[in-house]
């Protein structure tokens, strides 16, 4: 697991009792994905292949001058994903998603979720940093762990393009797989409860994590993304939180120090981060994602990577 940027955080929970598990289906990332050599494809089959991408993702474009522009960006995208498959020397399979026709200068407009200040590092008593074990010590990490084989991870959300709420998402992801750790059941919370009453982070303006799980603690929990749905906009409303209803509680706060061995100790034992990631990683990666660039890091994830 290669080291992503700046600090991480987990958040250990502590969870009231819950209903009845959400009923929505979910899906799971394939765990075997295939590489594939993408520059051996002739002309022909790369347009070929465009078109099944663009069936299978429900594309349609406004002219043929832009859906030749946009096939152009394909085959350079192809040819990234070659390079990326041929320099990896773990598991990591890059390969084509919803964003393969789009330019990279693109991608990081429309991903881009934190909030632009400091990193704030403040520790209060409830929040620790994680120290064990040490850095070092490999005993304890399996040959092979995956949460999804465990049943705790639920479907994948969709943000939309109009909200840089990727901090929400991440945020709440983590602390779903972490309730479904601790109760077995999946159940899907509000990210518009943290747009609408976090004051420190901007709603759709982006913000981090860690402020994030600091509001859930402070105002008494996380509603139910059924009590209080997602609409994707900027958080200009009142907030309509109502403790009453909330199902997730947060005992305390953990940063977990950018340490490979640290962080895939503490993912085996304990659940997920919420991570920030390189646009640029982002950009060239389908699956296991992995930093492979010295850059700003603008996307806030959960992470619940395979070993």
């Known amino acids: ?41 002739t002309p022909n089959e ?26 152009d960006i394909f085959r350079e995208n192809l040819l990234r994903y070659d390079k990326m498959n041929e ?15 789009w330019t990279f200068e693109e991608f990081k407009q429309r991903i881009s979720g934190i909030k632009k200040e400091p990193f704030d590092l403040s520790v209060n008593e409830s929040m620790v940093y994680y120290d064990d074990p040490s850095p070092g010590d490999k005993k304890i990490i399996p040959e092979n762990f995956d949460w999804r084989d465990e049943g705790v991870v639920g479907r994948i959300k969709e943000q939309g393009f109009i909200c840089g709420s990727c901090s929400a998402f991440a945020t709440v992801a983590t602390l779903e797989i972490l309730y479904s750790i601790k109760h077995r059941s999946i159940k899907y919370f509000s990210e518009q409860q943290l747009l609408d009453c976090d004051t420190r982070s901007r709603g759709c303006g982006g913000g981090w994590s860690h402020n994030m799980i600091k509001y859930v603690q402070e105002a008494g929990g996380l509603e139910s993304d059924k009590t209080y749905p997602y609409k994707g906009e900027n958080a200009t409303s009142e907030c309509l939180f109502d403790k009453d209803m909330a199902i997730l509680k947060v005992r305390r706060l953990v940063m977990v120090e950018p340490d490979s061995d640290m962080m895939t100790a503490h993912v085996c034992r304990n659940g997920p981060l919420a991570v920030s990631l390189s646009a640029e990683s982002l950009y060239i990666s389908s699956f296991d994602i992995r930093a492979t660039v010295e850059e700003s890091c603008i996307h806030p994830v959960a992470a619940v990577p395979r070993i």
């Open 1 to 41: 697991m290669s080291l992503l940027c700046s600090w991480f955080i987990v958040c250990v929970l502590l969870l009231n009792d819950a209903s009845a598990q959400d009923s929505r289906t979910y899906e799971h990332i394939s765990p075997s994905p295939e590489k594939i050599t993408y520059g051996a494809l």
């Open 87 to 101: 320099a990896d020397r773990g598991t990591a399979v890059y390969g084509i998603d919803q964003f393969s026709d």
């Open 46 to 71: 790369t347009e070929l292949l465009f078109d099944l991408y663009l069936r299978d993702y429900d594309k349609m474009y406004r002219s043929n001058d832009f859906r030749r522009e946009r096939l």
